[in-house]
């Protein structure tokens, strides 16, 4: 080998060793900081609680001989000239009114069917057949149960729904002869005598004697030792009351939260509230108090300005809180830096240290969740590599020296 091409393999050689050198030195350097991924990362929060239902209320005092028939549904609002019941001299007397009810509500839904153009709620056979299926299977279930009052609710749906399945597919050309057949049924006055009340609200005919007891002023000393030993009380209807007014449209819902929980709650909180085993859409709720305990559990009040049968109905009830789902990047706490009063981390951009803002949207125990921003060059990407331990980090800062 000539000269030359010793100088040339020689001076390749010395060129290796310095790169790989300074490629030792370079990640020797890099281990002094330690980095986490930036990833997508989701939060569904709810939890199951059991707690006491808090009102305005009175009980509606009235002495009625006779059999009563009400004409008011749980949680529905009335006013004075609003009946409220009817009273019947007999067993009899009352069965007739409910048949002849059951027989005008058939007719005027037949009615309105016949006069309605809306075809398009009449088109879909496929799924008027699976909601007819339901409704049958429902049906069973509550025959089987003998509740007759859920039994007397679904007939008026399955006649719509069968009606209108008819009416899609031709069987029928409309509902003449049937509305003739329930009017030559129909005997005019049903009898009884209506119930009125000079109160105003939201009815219920559940009382159970507490109604003035528990009461929202309550809630300025409630505990929670005080709430535990209220919802260890047994809460029953009192079968002989009329009924009561619930006189106010806000009502509040106070229950002990588990301390692994007690970070979902801070005052002003957003949630839904679903009553368990209830079939009612789930209401709308804020939290307006949270008391904690050092480190172990929570009283936390939620108000509700959504009157249902679930929230007038009960005085316990096993609820589940649901929360806004989050879903942005996670960063661990020990990552966020405040730079000339803006939120961000360092990260590793190639071989220097960048400095990037976040948005953060959610708070947890050891970690943020911010905003994911795409295409974004100052703010924090989605599996940028995120500097979690480091000292002496500024902006620009060169990973190598």
């Not at 309105?112 to 409704?135: F, H, P, Q, V, Y």
């Not at 709650?265 to 009553?275: D, P, Q």
């Not at 803002?357 to 911010?370: A, H, N, P, Q």
């Amino acid at each position: 080998m000539n000269s030359a091409a010793a100088k040339i393999a020689t001076a390749l050689l010395v060129l290796f060793i310095l790169l790989f050198a300074v490629y030792q030195a370079y990640r020797g350097l890099r281990n002094e900081y330690q980095t986490e991924t930036a990833y997508e990362f989701q939060i569904a929060r709810y939890c199951n609680t059991e707690g006491l239902l808090i009102r305005t209320e009175e009980p509606i005092e009235k002495s009625v001989q006779g059999q009563v028939r009400y004409l008011l549904e749980e949680g529905e609002k009335f006013r004075s000239d609003t009946p409220i019941a009817r009273v019947f001299q007999s067993q009899e007397e009352a069965e007739e009114a409910a048949r002849q009810e059951t027989i005008r509500e058939e007719r005027d839904l037949l009615e309105a069917l016949e006069k309605s153009t809306d075809t398009t709620r009449t088109a879909d056979i496929e799924s008027l057949n699976k909601e007819i299926s339901l409704a049958l299977r429902q049906l069973t279930q509550y025959s089987a149960e003998k509740d007759m009052e859920k039994v007397a609710d679904l007939h008026l749906t399955l006649v719509e729904k069968i009606s209108r399945q008819q009416l899609a597919t031709g069987r029928i050309p409309g509902f003449e002869e049937r509305i003739q057949e329930l009017d030559s049924q129909l005997t005019g006055d049903a009898g009884g005598e209506n119930i009125y009340s000079s109160q105003v609200g939201y009815f219920s005919r559940y009382v159970d004697g507490f109604e003035e007891q528990y009461t929202p002023q309550m809630l300025e000393e409630l505990d929670i030792a005080a709430l535990t030993a209220i919802l260890e009380e047994d809460y029953t209807n009192d079968p002989d009351a009329f009924g009561k007014s619930v006189t106010d449209f806000t009502w509040y819902y106070a229950t002990v939260i588990p301390a692994e929980s007690a970070e979902y709650f801070s005052e002003g909180t957003l949630l839904e509230m679903t009553f368990i085993g209830s079939s009612q859409q789930p209401v709308e709720g804020q939290v307006v108090q949270m008391r904690q305990e050092e480190g172990g559990d929570a009283l936390v009040v939620i108000q509700s300005n959504q009157i249902t049968s679930d929230a007038v109905s009960r005085r316990t009830a096993s609820v589940r809180l649901s929360f806004r789902d989050y879903s942005g990047l996670r960063i661990s706490k020990k990552a966020l830096r405040v730079v000339d009063g803006q939120q961000g981390v360092y990260v590793e951009a190639g071989y220097s240290v960048q400095f990037k803002k976040v948005d953060i949207i959610y708070t947890g125990t050891d970690y943020y969740l911010c905003r994911t921003q795409y295409n974004s060059t100052d703010q924090l990407n989605l599996f940028d590599k995120v500097i979690v331990e480091g000292t002496d980090l500024y902006d620009g800062k060169p990973l190598s020296s």
